[in-house]
């Protein structure tokens, strides 16, 4: 059975900016997890950091962002690292869908 699909309206204690997206995890293991996102058109983080590495691979669309000040636009097939403790923020130039791979385990929950 497939997981459901739960809102995203906030990401590190910071609300989503043009909308919501969608959230469902994917995979669990002891020390990291995989989520599976999906933004609209124009919606995106606001910057923000945590305390995991995440490892964005996109499936569909297009994505563009920052990583530590520097920008840059992922499609289908593209993957970008998140560093731990690092500033960075994601926004869809067109509906995307990703999965993301963070380790060791967030202390927050995703969902909000």
Same mark, same amino acid.
């Given at each position: 059975m497939e997981p459901e699909w739960?809102?995203?309206s906030v990401v590190e204690g910071r609300p989503l900016v043009g909308g919501t997206g969608l959230i469902r995890e994917r +995979?669990? +293991?002891e020390h990291g997890l995989a989520y599976e996102i999906?933004?609209?058109a124009g919606v995106a983080s606001a910057e923000h950091?945590?305390?995991h590495d995440s490892i964005v691979h996109v499936l569909e669309g297009?994505?563009?962002g920052t990583v530590g @000040? *520097?920008? @840059? *636009?992922?499609g289908p097939g593209d993957v970008v690292v998140h560093p731990r403790?690092?500033?960075h923020h994601v926004e869809a130039v067109t509906d995307s869908r990703w999965i993301e791979f963070k380790t060791p385990l967030p202390q927050r929950?995703?969902?909000g």
């Open positions: 739960q809102t995203l +995979a669990r +293991a999906r933004y609209p950091w945590h305390d297009r994505l563009r @000040g *520097e920008w @840059g *636009e992922f403790g690092v500033r929950p995703p969902v």
